[in-house]
């Protein structure tokens, strides 16, 4: 009988999965937590997540779908391709993320301690940004969370020695005063002075028109057509987050609309359609160098187009 429940406990022992080893670390709310080596199953919940985690080599099993969106950021296109949805940006459906087996959780700035507990009962959580923080601190941050702090240092230096040459390059659109715009159903908003899209202007020497440099990590409330001249500037750059739908359908008629052919950036040609969820959401390396190659395409062409 001994003999037997000796067996039985070996065998059941040989049949749990093997413990990774792992490394105490510190997340973006100085919490500690045990996280694998280099864990493997990753689970996401925010843009900027997917984005470092991609940039870094790793392809997650899971993430948020984009805000506004019914899939993942499209910026990301076919780099995305695979990865299971989990539900709608900040509200993860639990099941969906048990059902994948994470064995690290990259919350972003998940504010909710109650999802929190509930999440750090499936795997290990760490808060990966805190809110206002810049995405070149939280990469660093993920590196490290991940195993992969040389890959995110080369990140960095690809992005700064591209920021550097487009800054260098610029010419007579040196110093530009740069709208950014997320349109709305409800109208247009303009991204404030420490949003993702302003740092990275910022990095190559354009400016905020006076109107907009106003701090924050968001947008302005929606504004009517009566003040569409706030959204002005020297180059203007308009996105929505989904690329059909309401938002876009929104755009298109006021496109129509006099008030907004008479803005001088209209009238100049300075006035380009992008993508939304590049420009007016929260990305990681991956967006900020498809930032700065949509700048170079534009500002230095000389003549932005709207795109269809």
Known sequence: MRRHLI??????VLALPALAAGKTVSDAQGRQLVVPDSPRRIVALSELDLDAALALGIK???????????GMPRYLGQASAGIAPVGQFASPVLDKVLALQPDLILAGGLPDPQLLAQLEKIAPVAISYQL????QTALQRIGTLTGRSAQAQLALASYQQQATALRQRLGKAAGARVSVVRWNPQGPAYMLRDAFASRV????GLQRPAGQDQPGIAHSPPLSMESLQRIDGDWLFIGTLAASGPASDALAAAQQNPAFRQLAAVRQ????AVDGSLWTSLGGPLAARALLAELEQHLLAGNAKPRS
């Open 132 to 135: 206002g923080e810049d995405w």
């Open 269 to 272: 040609g300075h006035m380009a």
């Open 201 to 204: 202007l910022a990095d190559v």
């Open 60 to 70: 997650p099993v899971g993430a948020t779908l984009g805000r506004g969106q019914g």
């Open 7 to 12: 067996t039985s406990l070996f065998a059941l």
